[in-house]
């Protein structure tokens, strides 16, 4: 796990969420770690959600995550998400802001987009925030929780046998993936930076919706840019972060 996977939230999330072969932390913990981290918050729920629910939760900085453990007679497999993928897979990478702005971006493209598009943004998930690999140090690491809470995934990864495909966000939100196997390939990002920028175009080119959304920290709440008024108060917040950046590039 440590050596497959992305490794820098590793250690911090150990020592402050309490992680431990004896112990398993409890969720209002983490959640209260991940919220001091990026803003992101656990809202733990009793099954599946639809895809246009659970995505549309991401927007928010929420990530619904079940509670059950899987039976101590199976413990490299389960049909269904649970507390070893969620705490295991999922956690450790929403302490990271760039993970965490890209997962929210799928989330804001969620928000009133047409079935088709929740299809394709949902396989988009699949292939990122679950089966996602990326590069780290010059080599391929695992990011996706899909991979980082099953050791029968991770590997396959390291085997060398699949394909590593670098993330084209349009071709990879309209293929077809397999749920009862190990993937045959994997989308490999370059940096979540990159595959936010991908996005931001993907979701720009190629998704109907007519509207764009951007979310307010201090209200914790989505707004629809849909006036003069509303473009003009956000274009003044972005004038005011440029200008805070170039006076602190200035002291450098």
């Not at 398993?24 to 991940?34: C, G, M, R, T």
């Not at 989330?107 to 949902?122: C, E, N, T, V, Y």
């Not at 979310?215 to 709440?221: A, M």
Request: net charge negative.
């Amino acid at each position: 796990y440590q050596r497959r996977g992305r490794k820098q939230w590793y250690q911090r999330r150990v020592r402050d969420c309490g992680y431990s072969p004896d112990n398993i932390p409890q969720l209002e913990d983490v959640s209260a770690f991940l919220h001091d981290c990026t803003g992101f918050s656990l809202r733990p729920v009793t099954g599946l959600l639809s895809s246009r629910d659970f995505l549309n939760g991401l927007a928010f900085r929420i990530f619904h995550s079940t509670q059950y453990i899987r039976h101590h007679t199976v413990p490299e497999y389960t049909p269904e998400p649970d507390i070893c993928h969620e705490l295991l897979g999922h956690v450790p990478l929403f302490a990271d802001p760039d993970f965490a702005q890209f997962s929210q971006e799928i989330g804001l493209a969620s928000l009133g987009a047409s079935d088709d598009d929740i299809k394709r943004l949902a396989t988009l998930y699949w292939f990122t925030v679950e089966f996602g690999v990326c590069l780290q140090e010059g080599q391929i690491k695992a990011y996706g929780a899909g991979i980082l809470s099953s050791v029968g995934e991770l590997e396959n990864v390291k085997s060398g046998k699949p394909e590593m495909r670098p993330l084209n966000i349009l071709e990879a939100a309209n293929t077809e993936y397999p749920i009862t196997k190990y993937q045959p390939f994997y989308w490999m990002a370059y940096s979540f930076q990159d595959a936010t920028a991908k996005l931001r175009e993907f979701v720009a080119s190629h998704m109907s919706r007519g509207f764009q959304v951007i979310y307010n920290p201090y209200t914790q709440s989505v707004e629809v840019l849909e006036s003069r008024e509303q473009l003009c108060q956000f274009a003044k917040a972005v004038s005011a972060q440029v200008n805070t950046l170039a006076e602190a590039l200035a002291h450098l």
